[in-house]
């Protein structure tokens, strides 16, 4: 007995491929991006591994990358041989580990503020006013910093010599910015995290808030034992992103807030900004890519394993 096939109705197939083609045209420019931005430019890795030459017969890109010569991992090696460099890794960890708690405690925080705000005009208004400093570019933010601190007209410098006649050379002295940096992190990217996390807040169910109310919980324990609780997927896809992260700084808050001093550089000098001082005095494209990559390869290795832990300890949480 041989078994008949049952064919779709062409309307059917047609209301398919159109569904699918609309959903398609959504996902191309994304796309289209990631692999004009982001996989094709991979293949100049392998300037990592060369001695860039530009050469002027022809000085395409590409020509100048088959042509320069091996140099295996010589342009690694001014990461770690160099007196600064302890120092300059230690900086980039240290100023990340730090930020990484603080932005998840206090945006989780802010978050669970504006969930209990009862006025939608209110709430939008907190939300608009906290998530516009993330698109300012570090070099106007750089100016903002410079009002209060500027060593001539700054406002917190007046302040300082109206109250006690001196004034602190805020861009001299070393030991005020890690607080000053970590200000300008908290008050740039705070807000776009919280907006994160207040979205999944939206998603929690009622129904749980009012039983927990039924059964006389207070608000804080409602916060403790539901709104937590249902953050933590949240809480813990934004941690693994931000330790794959680690080994980065954010260029524009190291070199332009503390407008390039030297003399604060034992506070202020991070691995991107170590590489671009290195590339500007020696003018090698190969060091730049070294590091980059040294970067990223670190930063998926500890994705990686922070995310097997996640997976051991908590299945339903992690990555993949």
């Not at 932005?103 to 969930?115: K, W």
């Not at 169910?205 to 409602?222: L, N, V």
Request: positive net charge; glycine residues 4%; aromatic residues 14%.
């Amino acid at each position: 007995m041989t078994r008949v096939k049952a064919e779709r109705p062409m309307g059917l197939k047609n209301k398919n491929i159109k569904k699918n083609l609309m959903l398609l045209t959504m996902v191309a420019p994304t796309a289209i991006w990631l692999i004009l931005l982001r996989y094709i430019p991979m293949a100049g890795i392998v300037i990592a591994f060369k001695k860039y030459k530009v050469y002027v017969e022809a000085p395409s890109l590409i020509n100048n990358i088959i042509h320069s010569d091996w140099v295996g991992f010589d342009n690694f090696k001014f990461l770690f041989s160099s007196t600064d460099s302890l120092l300059v890794i230690r900086n980039t960890v240290c100023y990340n580990l730090v930020w990484i708690a603080l932005t998840c405690v206090l945006s989780v925080t802010i978050a669970i503020m504006l969930n209990e705000i009862t006025s939608r005009f209110v709430a939008k208004t907190y939300q608009t006013l906290m998530f516009f400093p993330f698109f300012i570019s570090w070099v106007v933010v750089s100016y903002f910093v410079m009002a209060l601190l500027d060593p001539t007209s700054g406002l917190i410098v007046k302040h300082q010599i109206a109250r006690t006649g001196s004034a602190i050379n805020w861009y001299h002295e070393y030991k005020y910015w890690p607080y000053i940096l970590t200000i300008c992190s908290l008050w740039k990217n705070l807000g776009y995290q919280s907006i994160l996390y207040l979205a999944a807040l939206t998603g929690i169910d009622k129904s749980q808030y009012e039983a927990a109310s039924i059964d006389g919980a207070s608000k804080a324990q409602q916060i403790w034992y539901i709104t937590i609780p249902n953050l933590r997927k949240m809480i813990i896809i934004l941690l693994i992103m931000d330790i794959g992260k680690i080994f980065n700084s954010d260029f524009g808050l190291f070199f332009s807030v503390p407008q390039n001093s030297g003399t604060i550089l034992r506070t202020t000098n991070v691995l991107d900004t170590y590489v671009y001082r290195a590339l500007m005095n020696s003018t090698k494209i190969g060091m730049s890519t070294a590091a980059s990559l040294f970067q990223n390869t670190v930063g998926f290795v500890l994705i990686m394993i922070t995310n097997s832990i996640i997976r051991k300890i908590d299945p339903d949480s992690s990555l993949f």
